[in-house]
């Protein structure tokens, strides 16, 4: 093999499949500027904190890329993540009961698999625009979590999650005070390991990226469609409340009103890490390469005294170059496939 046959091949490799290689500079460059911008910035301070400020960012981007790989656009994530995380917290204040850290969690999954069976089967049966019904099943879902749950504050969480709220897997000294890496971070890894395996190395996982390439030849190839569709929205729906509670946990009470109205940042990170808004593409890799770009663009804006607003901007411009990106890609690939088509055809 030549050179120039090898140097192709090595850069495809570092690039990665979904350009995981291209997001992971693009994190290297910023950490480098941001560091000689603000010294202050390259610590283990702000690696600590990045990190736990991806938790909950990166299990709700787990379940979103379930939904964008398939093809579809889920919004409600978040409406669905509050409501079970809110709904636990609730009722167990309101027995004075805490039924332990494990059947919390449970009952939170069990009601995300609920709301996200809605999802798919809504989506599956009648074939209707994902974002569409979502957006819908959003509003449905808040609407009832104020109306008929509660819509008060809550700041005593039940003693299970309120002493995990401040566990630490190590804590270290840093700029002369402690610094700790918080525990959630380890779940979190380990379901993102989980959701790899799944659509890597199993049948239902090439299923999804089947379904998202193109529906009716996953159809005629022998996938179970419909069926695989509602399991879809049902994982996804899992997902976004064990967000839900760790959202909760980390935030140390449970607000009705949080999450709903920032799904951007989640979608944008999804889509920056490689994940086509078009389907049939993405990987759990590039997905929270993104969520850490996000986090990193959030802090690093933070740092610089740059409104919350102008942020907001930044990541919705981030989005629009992600998306433009992949247009021009898919526009590429068409019109290389042409040409070889009328060249067979002669």
């Not at 999802?119 to 959003?138: E, S, W």
Request: charged share 10%; aromatic share 6%; proline share 4%.
């Amino acid at each position: 093999m030549s050179a120039t046959t090898a140097s192709p091949d090595l850069f495809r490799k570092l690039r990665g499949a979904n350009n995981e290689g291209v997001l992971a500079l693009i994190i290297l460059v910023l950490v480098v500027a941001m560091s000689i911008a603000n010294p202050a910035f390259f610590s283990v301070a702000t690696l600590f904190s990045i990190a736990r400020g991806s938790i909950v960012p990166l299990v709700f981007a787990l379940a979103v890329l379930l939904v964008i790989v398939s093809g579809g656009i889920d919004v409600s994530f978040y409406a669905i993540g509050i409501f079970a995380g809110y709904t636990v917290v609730h009722f167990s204040v309101l027995g004075s009961f805490d039924p332990g850290l494990l059947v919390i969690l449970l009952i939170a999954m069990v009601l995300g698999a609920a709301l996200g069976s809605v999802n798919g089967i809504v989506i599956a049966k009648f074939r209707l625009p994902t974002l569409i019904v979502t957006l819908g099943t959003q509003g449905i879902i808040k609407g009832v979590l104020l109306a008929y749950i509660g819509s008060r504050y809550i700041a005593d969480l039940p003693p299970s999650m309120s002493a995990l709220s401040t566990a630490s897997i190590v804590t270290v000294e840093s700029n002369g005070r402690p610094t700790a890496l918080h525990l959630l971070v380890a779940p979190a890894i380990l379901l993102a390991v989980a959701v790899a395996i799944l659509l890597k190395y199993t049948m239902f996982g090439r299923g999804i990226y089947a379904i998202g390439g193109d529906t009716e030849a996953a159809r005629r190839a022998g996938f179970p469609v419909l069926r695989w569709s509602i399991m879809l929205y049902v994982l996804a729906g899992v997902l976004a409340a064990i967000g839900g509670i760790l959202h909760v946990i980390l935030n140390r009470n449970a607000n009705p009103q949080d999450l709903v109205g920032n799904e951007l940042d989640i979608i944008a990170a999804v889509v920056l890490g490689g994940a086509s808004v078009f389907g049939g593409r993405g990987s759990v890799l590039g997905t929270a390469l993104g969520v850490i770009l996000v986090q990193l663009i959030n802090n690093s804006l933070l740092l610089l005294g740059v409104p919350t607003a102008w942020q907001r901007a930044a990541v919705g411009l981030l989005l629009i170059v992600g998306v433009g990106i992949q247009a021009l890609s898919a526009q590429r690939a068409k019109r290389r496939v042409v040409p070889n088509e009328k060249v067979s055809a002669s």
